[in-house]
């Protein structure tokens, strides 16, 4: 199970968001395949040496954001029913999170509403012209 | 922890045993130079410096060397040597002696009788007569009293920077407590037991040992039991401390000798005398060296060696019953320790 | 054995008082975080816990029942200091542990002190600090214990080591024991706890779950134009628990509603409002030396 997923402790994030937000990722970008097995609790709290009822908290958060199911014995699983809208779903949350933060780091910086939405629109026009 | 404090008896163990067999190995070093000797010989000796002594040696059927001196002033001298079963000589003198001058002693295995008939004096020496085991039992018991010095303190040792380790196992403290003790009282029973038999062992190199049991119950008792109770003593004033315990262990002798002595002087009527008296008297019952006499009832007349008897087994009580209540405040205080 | 809780405890040596009307909640199954400077407390708790200090006031309690041999069967303690047998060798202490534990594994035991690198025929005097503590870490796991108590458990350890230990805690987490334990290393704290208690002069002053803690706590900062300036009356809100105004610029800690305090600021006239995350390490700076935690924030100013 080549799950790349990394945590930083030291971050105010809380960790276990941070989990959740990777396994989304991974899904988002494919590298978690549909009905793909996660990592155990245990192994997943190992193996980033951090508190196990952590990932469990992790894991249930996702289950019920129906981007994974867990069979009683047998593991955790990418859902494998929906996953199209599944991925979609969780990249639209990994987006909206980076946006969200790019436009709040602006507005701090003492940027307005337009010069924001002129940034914004600049970016699209810029990394969507390949699609063109 | 019990098996902390087992370790530790074993560690005693080890060095009482080794003091045993250095003893041992000097007893038999001593063994061989005197069997250069033939003592008989250097006996015969000295007695035939008169002219005209007759000597004659026979050997009777079941081994025994006799020699037969016959001194021309009247002494008439019979050595039965048995080898291995002892010597005995036989003195018959013409000094007519008083009947409270005749002399009997034991000492060891060696019986000296003196008795009295008209104008002579027969003198029995037995080199291998009995051999009292209370005299056994005596030795083991001081023994086991300096070893019980040691293995004090069992508490105090445990509070030196261990009680994490020991107090949080799943048992209570009393029972805690209660199992160190009886595995040190068992180390000072064993420290007992090998001093008898390295006692017995060096005297079989000299001789077959023909041992009589008389006051042997009330000796066993108070050797038994006057360790013990010193060692409850000890660890009765140490069980809260945590450092300066080695000090108690150290003084523990030449105090409890000091008072002893200081309960003994026949003070005078002074006021001084009067409440020094008061003091060190009481105190002396509290000592448990005051219970570890030992006195030699064969060295007794007969009226003097029940008493002797009697005052054993008093003793052993007194030293038992301090044993509990020592061990008592030990256990109580210990009950408290704080790590 | 379900949640452990200490009551109102209150341990005093003489004058001095080591611990005040401490109180905690640890659920079961929970890896606790016990934080604080030397001297706060921490050990002395753990002392009361285990029977080995007496409280003047409050209560321990194990799943509701005070602390009895039955439920010393069923925890493993790792104390701060060195308590071994100097003169005994580890393989000795193993076997010490093996009579006086039922639940005790001694390969289990022997795997791990290989892991270690400690071995068994050394005596306890021989061993190094690090060394020592491993020892008391490795006899505590070797057993299949329900609480797990451990001071300071990495003390003397190297990183490679401390990783190991931390590990073993994760591990036991993961069999569903419940751990307390204190540490100096916060970042150990923030990964294998999910609570923590910072205690400081034996007060609790900051206890909650990480993740609860990690996304209340925020610091919100702005600028105003002008030295001049009225809060107007944000400082005596409950939520916020310091307020450092340096020349224009106000940092407000707030334990909770970070947004509307950024909407307060804002209104307040000041610019370049922002929110900044704390990891554990300024949380708990802040909660007992205030005046280096300012320092971190600044210099890291972590999102």
């Known amino acids: 199970m080549p799950v790349v997923l990394t945590v930083d402790p030291r971050s105010g994030v809380p960790i276990y968001l941070q989990v959740i937000e990777q396994v989304k990722r991974s899904v988002a970008l494919g590298v978690l395949a549909a009905g793909e097995q996660l990592p155990t609790v245990k192994q997943l709290a190992l193996d980033l040496t951090i508190n196990p009822n952590t990932v469990a908290k992790a894991y249930r958060e996702l289950e019920r954001d129906g981007v994974i199911e867990t069979a009683p014995g047998r593991g955790s699983f990418v859902k494998s029913n929906g996953v199209a809208e599944t991925s979609r779903a969780a990249a639209a949350d990994v987006a909206r999170a980076a946006i969200e933060s790019a436009v709040r780091e602006a507005k701090s910086i003492g940027l307005s509403a337009d010069d924001i939405r002129k940034i914004a629109a600049t970016a699209v026009d810029r990394w969507f012209v390949e699609e063109a | 922890m019990t098996y902390v404090e087992w370790l530790r008896v074993r560690n005693v163990l080890r060095v009482v045993a080794i003091i045993l067999v250095v003893f041992l190995l000097a007893a038999g070093a001593f063994r061989i130079y005197i069997g250069q000797y033939d003592t008989v010989g250097k006996l015969i000796s000295h007695i035939q410096l008169d002219p005209g002594t007759k000597t004659t040696t026979a050997t009777l059927p079941d081994g025994t060397n006799r020699t037969t001196i016959d001194d021309p002033d009247g002494t008439h001298v019979v050595i039965e040597d048995r080898g291995f079963e002892g010597k005995t000589i036989r003195v018959i003198e013409p000094t007519g002696k008083r009947d409270n001058d005749l002399t009997h002693a034991t000492i060891g295995s060696v019986h000296i009788d003196q008795s009295a008939k008209g104008r002579t004096t027969t003198t029995i020496v037995r080199t291998n007569g009995t051999t009292a085991f209370s005299g056994l039992l005596r030795i083991a018991g001081t023994v086991a009293l300096i070893v019980a010095t040691f293995l004090a303190a069992p508490f105090a040792r445990e509070n030196d920077g261990h009680l994490e380790l020991a107090l949080t196992r799943p048992a209570s403290r009393v029972e805690l407590a209660l199992r160190t003790i009886g595995v040190d009282v068992l180390g000072l029973w064993i420290v007992a037991a090998m001093t008898i038999v390295a006692q017995i062992l060096a005297q079989l190199m000299f001789e077959v040992p023909h041992y009589e049991f008389s006051d042997v119950v009330w000796s066993l008792a108070v050797a038994a039991i006057v360790p013990i109770a010193w060692y409850s003593l000890i660890n009765a004033a140490t069980a809260s401390m945590k450092r300066a315990y080695g000090a108690i262990q150290g003084v523990a002798w030449p105090v409890a000798m000091l008072l002893l002595v200081l309960s003994e002087i026949p003070y005078n009527d002074s006021a001084l005398g009067q409440a020094a008296k008061a003091v060190f008297v009481p105190l002396a019952y509290l000592n448990p060296l005051h219970y570890a006499q030992f006195q030699s009832a064969s060295l007794a007349v007969n009226g003097r060696q029940l008493v002797a008897a009697n005052l054993g087994y008093v003793n052993a009580l007194a030293a038992l019953i301090l044993v509990l209540v020592y061990s008592a405040v030990a256990v109580l205080q210990w009950r408290r320790v704080e790590a | ?303």
């Open chain 3, 1 to 303: 054995m379900s949640t452990i809780r200490i009551n109102h405890l209150k341990k005093t040596y003489g004058p001095f008082v080591a611990v005040d009307d401490l109180s905690i909640d640890v659920p079961e199954g929970s890896v606790f975080g016990l934080l604080g400077p030397n001297g706060a407390g921490k050990t002395t708790t753990f002392k009361c816990m285990l029977g080995l200090a007496f409280p003047q006031e409050g209560s321990i309690e194990y799943g509701g029942r005070p602390l009895s041999t039955e439920v010393l069967a069923r925890i493993a303690y790792v104390p701060e200091k060195t308590v071994l047998y100097e003169w005994m060798t580890v393989a000795e202490h193993v076997e010490m542990q093996r009579r006086a534990y039922k639940d005790f594994n001694t390969a289990r035991a022997r795997e791990l002190l290989a892991q270690f690198s400690i071995d068994p025929r050394k005596k306890a005097r021989n061993l190094s600090k690090g060394m020592k503590t491993a020892t008391m870490v490795a006899l505590a796991i070797a057993r299949t214990a329900d609480v797990l108590i451990l001071d300071e458990p990495t003390s003397g350890l190297d990183p490679i080591n401390q990783r190991h230990v931390l590990n073993l805690i994760i591990n036991e987490s993961a069999r569903g024991a419940t751990v307390i334990f204190s540490s100096h290393q916060v970042g150990q704290v923030e990964r294998a706890a999910e609570h923590i208690a910072v205690v400081d002069h034996g007060r609790i002053v900051l206890q909650g779950a990480v993740d609860d803690l990690k996304a209340d706590r925020k610091i919100v900062e702005g600028i105003f134009p002008s030295e001049s300036y009225s809060l107007d009356g944000i400082a005596s809100d409950g939520r916020i628990a310091r307020v450092d105004a340096t020349g224009r610029i106000v940092r407000l800690l707030a334990t909770d509603g970070a947004g509307e305090f950024v909407n307060r600021l804002e209104a307040l006239g000041a610019s370049g409002v922002r929110v900044v995350d704390l990891n554990l390490e300024d949380i708990f700076l802040y909660a007992v030396s205030p005046k280096e935690a300012t320092a971190d924030v600044v210099a890291e100013g972590s999102k």
